[in-house]
């Protein structure tokens, strides 16, 4: 079974579960890059609207060929209770006709439930199949801690039962 983990990352937390689900289940990783400034102070208050008005951004890779994997994972930040703008715009860029995915949504204290919610009316409407998902909370944690909770959760979830295609 051929696994592809997708993932957005401003602070490298997402990025860091995504990577820790990627070394446990053998698969391989795809990070979208958001083109608009995020990191100012003026970029985070856009972020923020951005995510709320489901606004648009420009990202690299714009769209992936997705014939070659059977799973794939797709994970997003949780900003003001709903999924990063680059997610959002790569979902609606995407074939996902027949697809299952897991999502996985970060979130410094809450608003994971929404943004998963979000991300998964998406992706039906393209087609794609919900068949798990979880949230991890990073508020305050080190990577290690993270990373420590993204262990457990694949524990939890039984994750490595999907990747004994």
């Known amino acids: ?18 990577k820790t689900l990627a070394d446990e289940l053998s698969a391989e990783t795809m990070e979208i890059k958001d083109l608009k400034d995020r990191y100012s102070f003026l970029g985070t208050m856009g972020s923020i609207i951005d995510a709320i008005r489901e606004n648009k951004t420009r990202i690299e890779p714009e769209s992936i060929d997705l014939t070659e994997y059977n799973l794939l994972y797709i994970g997003s ?9 680059a997610i959002i715009t790569l979902i609606d860029n995407l074939n996902l006709k027949g697809k299952d995915i897991i999502l996985f949504s970060t979130v410094g204290r809450q608003g994971g439930n929404n943004a998963i919610e979000r991300m998964a009316e998406k992706i039906r409407a393209r087609g794609g199949r919900i068949i798990n998902s979880f949230i991890i909370k990073t508020g305050g944690k080190q990577f290690n801690e ?15 039962i999907y990747s004994m295609g």
């Open 1 to 18: 079974m051929k696994i592809l983990i997708i993932y957005y990352s401003r602070t490298k937390k997402t990025e860091t579960v995504a």
């Open 77 to 85: 930040p949780t900003w003001a209770g709903k999924p990063a703008p």
């Open 146 to 160: 993270i990373k420590e909770d993204t262990l457990n959760i694949i524990e939890e979830k039984d994750l490595k």
